[in-house]
T-cell receptor, first 111, second 113 residues
Framework: GDSVTQMEGPVTLSEEAFLTINCTYT??????LFWYVQYPGEGLQLLLK?????DKGSNKGFEATYRKETTSFHLEKGSVQVSDSAVYFC??????????FGTGTRLKVLA | NAGVTQTPKFRVLKTGQSMTLLCAQD?????MYWYRQDPGMGLRLIHY???????AKGEVPDGYNVSRLKKQNFLLGLESAAPSQTSVYFC????????????FGPGTRLTVL
């Protein structure tokens, strides 16, 4: 069945450091891919998405490119801020009701 | 717009007690979902609904029931709570499935003693 694997955390970075959170997927067909962010005490909110191969999703300085050949959707940001501290979830949807979420990666950014 | 709201925010139950979690959305979304979030396991789908009057089982439905009598509301019931149901519960909605973004509520933290 479909699945999402993302790197385990926590990831601890200094402010202005470069961020990469790895995400790979297994799916039949052509899924849509998402990154969601969860701030402490809140629900998940969409950060960015890509719906087909080679698409790049971007928002708030974060980027991720849908790579079909490597089945990956890695999240990157060039310069993280303390306010980026949160849990990040990679997810896929294969065009029906179902969304598959990764286990989440906690990011902590130190001033 | 309030988006997706959930009540209550916190609840403590004793084993065997029952309760209902309420989810409401004001975005006229067709699809609604209930997830549970446990440490190290991400989000797991409990039940979902693709429209008013419909419900279906997700990945971990045992011990839960749901109802969608009105399009804007999705109720999750625990008939006889067990400690294994201690978790954070999230409701979500989307216009349809597939490519569409899911909108999440703030969550309900449930502890079963």
């Amino acid at each position: 069945g479909d699945s999402v694997t993302q790197m385990e955390g926590p990831v601890t970075l200094s402010e202005e450091a470069f961020l990469t959170i790895n995400c790979t997927y297994t799916a039949t067909g052509y899924p849509s891919l998402f990154w969601y962010v969860q701030y402490p005490g809140e629900g998940l909110q969409l950060l960015l998405k890509a719906t087909k191969a080679d698409d790049k999703g971007s928002n708030k300085g974060f980027e991720a490119t849908y790579r079909k050949e490597t089945t990956s959707f890695h999240l990157e940001k060039g310069s993280v801020q303390v306010s980026d501290s949160a849990v990040y979830f990679c997810a896929l949807s294969s065009g029906t009701y179902k969304y598959i979420f990764g286990t989440g990666t906690r990011l902590k950014v130190l001033a | 717009n309030a988006g997706v709201t959930q009540t209550p925010k916190f609840r403590v139950l004793k084993t065997g007690q029952s309760m209902t979690l309420l989810c409401a959305q004001d975005m006229n979304h067709e699809y609604m979902y209930w997830y549970r979030q446990d440490p190290g396991m991400g989000l797991r789908l409990i039940h979902y609904s693709v429209g008013e009057g419909t419900t279906a089982k997700g990945e971990v439905p045992d011990g839960y029931n749901v109802s969608r009598l009105k399009k804007q509301n999705f109720l999750l019931g625990l008939e006889s709570a067990a400690p294994s149901q201690t978790s954070v519960y999230f409701c979500a909605s989307s216009y349809y499935g597939g490519n569409n973004e899911q909108f999440f509520g703030p969550g309900t933290r449930l502890t079963v003693l």
